[in-house]
Nanobody, 119 residues
Framework: QVQLVESGGGLVQAGGSLRLSCAAS????????MGWFRQAPGDEREFVAA????????SYADSVKGRFTISRDIAKNTVYLQLSSLKPEDTAVYYC????????????WGRGTQVTVSS
């Protein structure tokens, strides 16, 4: 019921930056966790970052901590992922997902946006 659309991906050189956006629409929840995941070819889908919508609490994978920042704009119903100090190993399709507070699985997913980091 919740629709998520990612944007902002592209090609960037190592050390560069990108900002990804995820716009939510449809039947959104009164409170939720919004998350970013990524998947590279041949790899498992990997958790990247999450933000608790109301409280603003954030969580990051160790591999991106200090380089990526997740944030949200409540008025725009949009979550962002600021990617900085990018490395070639960050290359992946980045997906936005959400789950209601009180659940453990992310049930709604966007279609993803490609991030390619060249060396």
């Amino acid at each position: 019921q919740v629709q998520l659309v990612e944007s902002g991906g592209g090609l960037v050189q190592a050390g560069g930056s990108l900002r990804l956006s995820c716009a939510a629409s449809g039947r959104t929840f009164s409170d939720s966790v919004m998350g970013w995941f990524r998947q590279a070819p041949g790899d498992e889908r990997e958790f990247v970052a999450a933000i608790w919508w109301r409280a603003g609490f954030t969580s990051y994978a160790d591999s991106v901590k200090g380089r990526f920042t997740i944030s949200r704009d409540i008025a725009k119903n949009t979550v962002y992922l600021q990617l900085s100090s990018l490395k070639p190993e960050d290359t992946a399709v980045y997906y936005c997902a959400t789950r209601p507070i009180g659940t453990t699985s992310f049930g709604s997913w966007g279609r993803g946006t490609q991030v390619t980091v060249s060396s």
